[in-house]
């Protein structure tokens, strides 16, 4: 059984900081995307990563894939009170979507 | 464009009875899934289906049933509901099976059981 952990699971910060949110696997996946969901919404996707030590950029998200594709990065810099909610990573561990696994999350606060 | 569109937003059930969270997207795609998602737990994927006729099973399949007659619609059925159900529930597809594609999330359905 494959596990996806991610941390920090809480996070409040003041605008103008900079956070880093990690996502660590047990295993080697074959893609992974970021995802972000505000309160009474679905999540969506900001990215995904499928090559291992790619680096994406979205404004001022950066969004990191390790080389041995078992861990993966998101990095905010600046954060503004828009980019408060609900981060999620999630990893897909074989061809079909239907072995895709979400991490728990990290819920992000970011206070004007 | 509507996207995913999930009915009802909001129910509460009581324990042992029998309901339908309705579920439908307008993009034509192939693969569609229903997660459930609870507090500290992440989503978790309940069944998922690859196209009209073809359905199986997820993460925690236990208590929901679905089908898949036609290609926009994916109902997911609660036979006896229990305490254990209640959650929030994303409808979500994606053009293709294959993972690394984009996946697109409805807005939720909340259920309480009482």
């Known amino acids: 059984t494959q596990l996806l952990e991610q941390s920090p699971q809480f996070l409040s910060i003041q605008e103008g900081e900079n956070l880093t949110v990690y996502c660590n696997s047990s295993?080697?996946?074959?893609?992974l995307q970021w995802y972000r969901q505000e309160p009474g919404e679905g999540p969506v996707l900001l990215v995904t990563?499928?090559?291992?030590?790619e680096v994406k950029k979205l404004k001022r998200l950066t969004f990191q894939f390790g080389d041995a594709r078992k861990d993966s990065s998101l990095h905010i810099t600046a954060a503004q009170p828009g980019d408060t909610g609900l981060y999620l990573c999630?990893?897909?561990?074989?061809?079909?979507?239907?072995?895709?696994?979400f991490g728990k999350g990290t819920k992000l606060s970011v206070k004007p | 464009n509507a996207g995913v569109t999930q009915t009802p937003k909001f129910q509460v059930l009581k324990t042992g009875q029998s309901m339908t969270l309705q579920c439908a997207q307008d993009?034509?795609?192939?693969?569609m899934s229903w997660y459930r998602q609870d507090p500290g737990m992440g989503l978790r994927l309940i069944h998922y289906?690859?196209?009209?006729?073809?359905?199986d099973q997820g993460e925690v399949p236990n208590g929901y049933n679905v089908s898949r007659s036609t290609t926009e619609d994916f109902p997911l059925r609660l036979l006896s509901a229990a305490p254990s159900q209640t959650s929030v529930y994303f409808c979500?597809?994606?053009?293709?099976?294959?993972?690394?594609?984009?996946?697109?999330f409805g807005e939720g359905s909340w259920l309480t059981v009482v």
């Open positions: 979500a597809s994606s053009y293709s099976r294959l993972s690394g594609n984009t996946i697109y």
């Open positions: 295993s080697v996946f074959s893609s």
């Open positions: 990563v499928v090559t291992g030590g």
């Open positions: 999630a990893a897909s561990y074989g061809g079909s979507q239907g072995n895709l696994i």
């Open positions: 993009m034509n795609h192939e693969y």
């Open positions: 289906s690859v196209g009209a006729g073809i359905t």
